[in-house]
């Protein structure tokens, strides 16, 4: 097979291997889908997590990208060839009851990119063209930050979260930090929460965030507990914790997904009253939302950006990367645009 017909991909063979493997090509792009020139890929906690050999729903091996930004290729479907896109991950079935009641973002049949199918790790790559959303008036290094903001303003819409609610966010990696800066913009008081003084004390001084906390303990013993708690560490025994943030009548959000079990005391649980629910990827009113508080000015993307590599530089860096979460908040991969 000749060179114009392959493509380079960034795969994840097997646990801690991460290559880059010269793929066949897409050619033949099905109707109302689009071929996307991607820009820039943003890495996340899932892509470590995929490395690791945490995620719970994967199989190996997997073209790792779904935080994506790219150019339309070519006029077709409603778009113009050479526009801006932020491309959504999450490909529904469209006919399922979540599907049908609005909620894309769970389908009983969904295929997240990067995930369940192979994702944009990539130079092109073709999806369905509702899955893209203009973006206009951003960068391409902004346009693929949006897919991880929109999971934290989702997680907050989720929560119901107002003005002068007492907010704790625990776990400052970037879904986190994204989460805690929209539950901000909702009016709340937001206090985060972390096993790492270092990345809290980081996190708070870069974004203005004033109450920080290492323990349940140090959280709970300072306050009543808080309206709203949001739990983005990925581990089963924080999540455990952080029931013991939660006040009377208040909410639990889980915006992490873990292979655990998670087990908590019925008793409170019930003598609280307190409400627990699950966060899933976003809606496209999220994507929305994300994409107008960044042309506001209500989300300074330079303050998330940590790092730009080019592909071919990510095999020998993708196992330093993964254990230094700790000093990076976003890193992007750029492919071309």
């Not at 991460?18 to 943003?42: H, K, L, N, S, T």
């Not at 893209?132 to 979260?161: C, D, K, N, P, Y």
């Not at 009113?285 to 071919?312: C, N, P, R, W, Y």
């Amino acid at each position: 097979m000749t060179a114009q017909h392959t493509r380079p991909h960034g795969v994840v063979i097997a646990p801690g291997k991460f290559v880059i493997e010269q793929r066949p090509a897409q050619v033949e792009v099905a109707a109302d889908w689009v071929m996307i020139d991607i820009c820039a890929v943003g890495l996340c906690g899932t892509d470590y997590h995929i490395f690791e050999g945490k995620h719970p729903f994967l199989q190996y091996p997997r073209v790792i990208g779904h935080e994506l930004s790219g150019r339309v290729a070519a006029n077709g479907a409603g778009f113009s060839a050479g526009e801006l896109v932020v491309v959504n991950p999450y490909l529904s079935c469209g006919t399922c009851h979540p599907c049908k009641g609005g909620k894309p973002n769970c389908c009983a049949n969904l295929a997240v990119l990067g995930v369940h199918r192979d994702g944009g790790m990539t130079p092109q790559i073709a999806v369905p063209a509702s899955n893209l959303i203009r973006a206009e008036g951003l960068t391409q290094q902004q346009a693929a930050m949006v897919e991880f903001l929109a999971i934290g303003a989702h997680a907050v819409e989720r929560s119901g979260v107002s003005e002068n609610d007492c907010v704790l966010v625990t776990g400052v990696g970037p879904i986190g930090i994204g989460t805690a800066l929209f539950a901000r913009l909702k009016g709340a008081k937001v206090s985060l929460l972390d096993l790492s003084t270092e990345r809290l004390q980081a996190v708070s001084q870069r974004f203005g965030f004033e109450n920080t906390y290492v323990s349940v303990a140090e959280a709970t013993g300072k306050s009543d507990g808080f309206d709203v708690v949001f739990d983005a560490t990925g581990h089963g025994g924080a999540i455990e914790r952080g029931f013991a943030a939660v006040a009377f009548g208040g909410t639990y959000v889980l915006v992490s997904v873990v292979k655990d079990d998670i087990t908590f005391s019925d008793p409170e649980f019930h003598k609280r009253e307190m409400s627990l629910l699950g966060s899933r990827n976003a809606l496209r009113s999220d994507f929305d939302k994300v994409i107008a508080a960044i042309l506001a000015g209500d989300i300074d993307t330079d303050l998330l950006f940590s790092l730009e590599l080019q592909l071919e530089e990510l095999p020998a860096r993708m196992e330093g990367l993964a254990g230094d979460r700790g000093e990076l908040i976003k890193v992007i991969v750029t492919l071309g645009g």
